[in-house]
Every structure is written in structure tokens, then in C-alpha cells.
């Protein structure tokens, strides 16, 4: 590793990165791999854990395509020099700001979405002309293997490699001097990566997750609400970090709420026996869901399977915020339903966990909405949707507090990876000589007259 780092840095020292179209090359290289090995990529992943072709390419690859389209359409915009203009106190001079790439940079992924997690970050690092090593989640191990063997087969190494691995590898790629680490996982976890970076003054981006609640208010448009919330909830079985994870609902509309959510299910089949629904990723994880479960607050769902680590989308009622369900995050199929009567109170108590990652509004109530995305900090969201938010490469993506640090996606991940390099450009033609010494009266009255137009 040692070695792969020291080999990445004397490339990125010959500036080749820095040229714009051998950036564009190794984009269009990227998008080349993934387009041409969509079959190997589908199976990869169905194997671990029977994701389907069509949620791979909605949840996953397009999202990448996407990213690599507004990336190469934007590049040459997005390196260029910035003039802006220079202060009276440094005239005659112009003023300049240079995008530079960091340099060798590491990724380490999440399992959730494996090709989306691990390559949005790189699509990003390789376009701001960084050289990059990925470190996929070691969970998914089909995934890890098949995105180790196309990259790995077609990338040059001092620009782009994969190494798999899980705690004892990641460990040790964190010994290495890069220049950046971009983490996606667990808040602790993440810890683990600042704890790591600081040793070298490391800058970083952690995204990372966290309980992101839905309000329903009494006004809402139930059906369309429980329409879009049911999708976003069980999509990937929960097992999406900006997936809603609990639900608050207006104690006025609960009955019907619920009602429509279990229609809904079944009208969207999410279904074990057909290809609308995944398993959970590992049996660790679904023992942790079957412990969130109690029997005495099922209003739908709770059948599992754990030979085939299937838990059925579950909706529970009456729960409340000592719940276990409510003691962590999620991440599977089990939506719970808070009521409330007071929108204030129910603000406050939100506000007891974290920072999330995602806050999601149904409401038509226009005061509600403001409210509640001036009261409550969080990453990111959307008013009467769910998670789609993601899909827009012109939305930076981010966590605040536990959930994150940094944004990326679009110029997002561009400025994620690049240095802005400030610089006063001057002739030698004039200098006015007001600051230099000796100092006097006469110099200080200037000094503040001229700050008067600063
Ligand atoms: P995780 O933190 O367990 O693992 C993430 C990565 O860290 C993996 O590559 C893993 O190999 C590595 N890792 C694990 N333990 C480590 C250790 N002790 N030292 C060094 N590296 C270690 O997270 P996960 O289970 O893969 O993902 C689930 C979490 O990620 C959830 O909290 C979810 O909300 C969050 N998440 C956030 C985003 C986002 O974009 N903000 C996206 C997906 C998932």
C-alpha cells in the first residue's frame, strides 16, 4: 500500500492529471467499463443480495452516467481561473483564484449501493485530475470482486486502482500519507477515519448517516405522500442512508396513513418472490432488525426469513421514542409511526437525536414547511417526496454534524477534491509607499482613508 501510494504521487507530481482531456479520458473510460460490463455488474450484485437489474440501473448506474455526463460537461468551466477583483489597498494588481487537484486521494465505500457509493466519489476526484484508490465495502464481496477486476484490468494503477479488503486493510490504507479521504459508512466509523486523517492532517469528507425523519401533517396529500414515502422507505429494504426512518404523522390522519401504507405496499409488490425487493446484507444485520420488531406494535408485515435474511417491509404503530426502533438507526424494511397532535413538540423531540442526514415534509402548509426547515438541521431533503433529492447532480450531498462533513455530487464533488489556490498578481511598475516604514502621521491618515473603499 505503502508503495501503491508513493507510485500514485510521483504520477500525480508529472502534472499529466492537470491536463483537461486526460481527465475527459479517464471518464469516458470509466463510463466505457461500466456500460460495457452491465451483465457482470447485475450478477455481481444479485448475488449479494438480489438486487435487481432494473433497481442496479435506477439506484445505482444511472446515477453514475449521470454524474460522469455533468462532470465532462462541465470540466473545462469548472478548472478554469476565476478573475475577481482586487482591493484598492493592493492596486495596481489583479486577482485570481487557480482550481487545484489535491492529489492521491482514497475512498473507502459503503455496502448499501456499492457502485454508486464507490464510484460517484471517484467520477468526482478523477474529473478535479486527483489519482484515486478505492477501498469498495467488503460485505457485498461479489460487488467488491467484480469493480476490483474492471478497474483494475483497464485503469492504470497510478491513476486509479481498487483494493479490496475490510477493518485489517482499511487500517492499514489509513496509515498512508494521501491527500484526501472520502469515507461513506457509519458515524462510527467514520470517527475511526477523522481519528486516522488527523494523525497527518488529512482533509476529509465523511458521509454518514443517522435517524432522518418524514412529517405528515394533517393537510397533506395522503395518497401521493404515502405513494412516494412507501417507495423510499422500502427500496433496497430500508437499506438506504437517506431513506425515511421514522415516520411523523399528524395523530388527525394516522388511521388513514396507515391504511394507505398497506395498500401501497402491496399495490408497489414488495415482494420476496419476485424482483422488487432485496434480501438483508448480512445475518448481523438481521438480527439487529428482528430485535426492532416487538409483536405488540406490528400493523403490518413482520414476517421474516432468516435462512434467506428476508424481513418483510413491516410497519409498526404506536411507538415511541424509547423504543428500541427508536434507540438507532434503521437501515431495513421497518417503518415506525410516531403521532403527534402539536407540530412544535414534535420539532423538539426530533431534535433530541443528531443532526440527520435527510428530513422529509408532506404537507400542503406552507408555515409547517418553513418551520420545519428553519427549526431542524439536517443534510438534506425534499417537501412532499423522498429521497429523489439525491438524483439531482445540481443538489450538493452532504450530512451535517454526526451525519457529515462535506458535500459532494455535481460542482459539489468537484470542489470536494480541489484545492482553490488564491493569488495576487502584481506589476512592478508602481508602489504606493504608505505601509512601509518608517511609519508616520500622514502615512496612518491614508492607510484609513483607503480602507474607507475597501
Ligand atoms: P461501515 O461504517 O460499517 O463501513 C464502511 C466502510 O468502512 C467499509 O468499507 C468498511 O470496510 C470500513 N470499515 C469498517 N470498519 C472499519 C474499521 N474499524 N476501520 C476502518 N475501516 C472500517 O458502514 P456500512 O455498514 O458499510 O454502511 C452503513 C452506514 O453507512 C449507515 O450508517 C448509513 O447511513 C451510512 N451511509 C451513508 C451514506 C451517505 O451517503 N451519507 C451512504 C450509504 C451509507
Known amino acids: 500500500m505503502k508503495q501503491l501510494v508513493a507510485q500514485q504521487k510521483s504520477f500525480f507530481n508529472s502534472h499529466a492529471t492537470k491536463n483537461i482531456s486526460f481527465r475527459i479520458k479517464q471518464l469516458d473510460m470509466l463510463q466505457a467499463v461500466l456500460k460495457g460490463n452491465e451483465a457482470i455488474l447485475n450478477e455481481a450484485i444479485y448475488k449479494d443480495f438480489k438486487k435487481s437489474k432494473f433497481d442496479t440501473y435506477v439506484s445505482e448506474l444511472a446515477l ?29 494588481a489583479s486577482s485570481y483564484i487557480i482550481p487545484e487537484p489535491l492529489g492521491v ?23 478535479a485530475g486527483n489519482t484515486v484508490i478505492l477501498k469498495p465495502s467488503e460485505l457485498p464481496s461479489k460487488t467488491s470482486e467484480v469493480m476490483a477486476k474492471l478497474i483494475n484490468d483497464n485503469f492504470d494503477p497510478n491513476v486509479f486502482k481498487v483494493v479490496e479488503g475490510g477493518v485489517a486493510e482499511t487500517t492499514e490504507l489509513l496509515k498512508q500519507n494521501f491527500d484526501k479521504i472520502f469515507f461513506t459508512g457509519s458515524t462510527k466509523v467514520g470517527k475511526i477515519v477523522y481519528k486516522a486523517a488527523a494523525e497527518n492532517l488529512i ?20 395518497k401521493m405522500t404515502v405513494k412516494r414515502m412507501v417507495w ?57 432488525l428482528e430485535k426492532m420488531i416487538q409483536p405488540d406494535q406490528i400493523y403490518y408485515g413482520g414476517n421474516r426469513d432468516k435462512q434467506e435474511r428476508y424481513i418483510q417491509p413491516t410497519i409498526l404503530q404506536n411507538v415511541s421514542f424509547t423504543d428500541t426502533v427508536m434507540q438507532e438507526e434503521i437501515f431495513g424494511p421497518i417503518l415506525p409511526v410516531i403521532t ?30 418553513q418551520k420545519i426547515l428553519r427549526d431542524i438541521s439536517f443534510g438534506g431533503g425534499a417537501i412532499n417526496d423522498a429521497v429523489m433529492h439525491i438524483s439531482n447532480p445540481k443538489l450538493p450531498f452532504g450530512g451535517v454534524g454526526q451525519s457529515g462533513i462535506g458535500n459532494y455530487h455535481g460542482k459539489a464533488g468537484f470542489d470536494c477534491f480541489t484545492h482553490y489556490k488564491s493569488i ?28 474607507k473603499f475597501q
Open 340 to 369: 403527534y397532535t402539536d407540530l412544535e413538540k414534535a420539532i423538539s423531540e426530533v431534535r433530541k437525536f443528531p443532526k440527520p442526514l435527510s428530513c422529509y415534509v408532506f404537507t400542503k402548509d406552507k408555515n409547517a414547511k
Open 232 to 288: 423510499a422507505k422500502f427500496l433496497n429494504a430500508g437499506q438506504t442512508c437517506i431513506a425515511p426512518d421514522y415516520v411523523m404523522v399528524h395523530e388527525a390522519v394516522k388511521e388513514k396513513f396507515l391504511e394507505l401504507a398497506k395498500a401501497e405496499i402491496e399495490e408497489q409488490k414488495f415482494q420476496f418472490d419476485n424482483d422488487n425487493y432485496v434480501q438483508i446484507i448480512n445475518d448481523d444485520n438481521f438480527d439487529r
Open 424 to 451: 495576487l498578481d502584481k506589476p512592478t511598475w508602481l508602489e504606493l509607499p504608505i505601509k512601509y516604514y518608517p511609519h508616520t502621521q500622514r502615512k496612518l491618515k491614508w492607510i484609513k482613508r483607503m480602507m
Open 203 to 222: 482533509p476529509v469528507t465523511l458521509e454518514m448517516g443517522g435517524k432522518s425523519p418524514a412529517f405528515v401533517t394533517e393537510d397533506s396529500n395522503l
Open 64 to 92: 453514475l452516467y449521470n454524474d460522469i455526463k455533468e462532470a465532462k460537461r462541465n470540466i473545462k468551466k469548472w478548472s478554469k481561473r476565476k478573475r475577481v477583483s482586487t482591493n484598492i489597498l493592493n492596486f495596481p
Open 105 to 127: 486521494c482514497l475512498v473507502i465505500g459503503a455496502w448499501n449501493y456499492p457502485y454508486q457509493l464507490s464510484f460517484a466519489p471517484i467520477v468526482a476526484a478523477l474529473a
